[in-house]
């Protein structure tokens, strides 16, 4: 399969560009941003030299790379392909590499589901990409028959044209040319499959006839995996995903592929196996490092272990590697977006944290402190009552009037002192609503207390109706707390209780109050 190029010099320089950049290493496919640059760039001598390489280091025991990285270039690359393919005729290399991009957007337009489920024109633009594809080959095939790779492009094409005679004609000049050809038996056994009106048995025959020449290519021994991995995506997707892991496993015993540990992770992550499947997609991307399916499927594992920042990290690098497939850039936006909103959320946690200790260091003895005085209180205004109701008639309510300026003020400190404290660390809500709510229901309290005029009616009526429903809302709603736990917001909503009771008979008898012509104004001297 491999050859040596017209341009010595220029390979050499590929090769070392190549091993430079990791463009390539072993059996792994290369870096696809390589020939896309240079294709960018202008640099065609330069495209071309580093398919040659590829040739060259492939030497037909590996599946070709060398034009598997023009399958996914953008819409701008895909016009300079074109252009590059009209300005160099008779370059072997831009018409191949053309027919791959081409076969690639008739495989993006038809996805998962068999030619019949387009629509007419659908099922026309995938027939026009596909001709495209097998008229650039054979154009290729004439003018230097040592590219393999035409055959296998032919064989791709008549499969979406639904051509048998295209495909026996590829498939006899192929086998003709290499019958060991790795690529060439694969593109054979793709047209077995379930998808595409084969069967199970057909996939293991291909196989087994692929093992004549195995002494020659040993990887198509791998080739064996092929009717249990077919096996495995039925299943899946079928969502009978502990059989689809049976079969992925009897395909891996063929050989540890790259493509089957992949796909088995998949099945892996929709059985709620999202741990085992992170190990084996990690695998995967050891041995081809720039499979883009691998990087995207590993950010979906990553965002449902809810690491979404490492997921926006593979997500983008497979947009990077792929940046046709739309989907992959969505996917990335997504897993940014989440990891903002976690990070977001991680915070509000640890100010909830830090607001919760403080609440309890500061808020929970303020309020003991306050039920302790009013107990202290009312036992005190019971005892003058008994004591000076035939001297002071009034008593009682003095009494209990310097109980309710006591709390009043001391609720004031004590709403000062909770959040001063946690302030910083306070959500937006309590920054903006119950901070401000909670400031003018205490001021209205003390107001009443004190028997002073300070605004509006209306102002203490809006409060002594939002106010309460703001505590509720936040214990139960925001914060979270449940009735059958009643240690945990009994004693604030009991303290609390004398403040919502005192700003609504402030709301709802300020007027009697403010008209009353005496010198000490309050409902208790009535």
Known sequence: MGWIGRRPASVFCALVLGVA???????????PRVPRALLRAGQLAELEAWVEALHVAAEGNVPARSFAAFRSLTSDETALLRAWVTSAPNSTI?????????????????????????DARERGLVAKQARTAARLAEASRIEDPRWLDVHRIQLDAARLLGDPELAERAWARGFAAEPANHDLWSALLDGLSRRWGGSYRQLEQGAASAQAHAGENPRLRFLLARAAADRARDLHDANEFRDALEQWELALGHG?????????????????????????????????????????????VLMALERFAEAAEAAGFAADLAPSRDHFAWVQQSAAAKHRDAAEWARLVESRSVAAAALHSVGWWASNLTAGLLAVGLIWAVRRLTRMRRIVPDAPRAALLLVLRAYAWFMLGRHIVVYATIWDHASVLDQFVGA???????????????????????????????YPVWVLAHWFGIEGARLSEPAVWSLTLITLLPLFAMVFAYGYRSQEIWARERVLRHPLHA
């Open 94 to 118: 831009a018409k191949l590499a053309l027919a791959e991009r081409e076969l690639a957007i008739g495989w993006e337009r038809l996805g998962r589901g068999p030619v019949a489920h387009l």
């Open 256 to 300: 540890e592929q790259a493509w089957l540990l992949r796909e088995r992770a998949w099945t892996q992550h929709h059985g709620g196996q999202a741990t085992a499947a992170l190990a084996g997609l990690d695998r995967a991307i050891e041995l081809e490092p720039y499979d883009a399916d691998a990087h995207h499927r590993r950010a979906h």
């Open 21 to 31: 950049s990791g463009a390539w290493a072993g059996d792994a496919a290369p870096d």
């Open 436 to 466: 401000p709510a909670g400031a003018v229901s205490v001021l209205g309290a003390v107001a009443f207390a004190q028997g002073w005029r300070l605004g509006s009616s209306d102002i203490w009526r809006l409060c002594a109706c939002f």
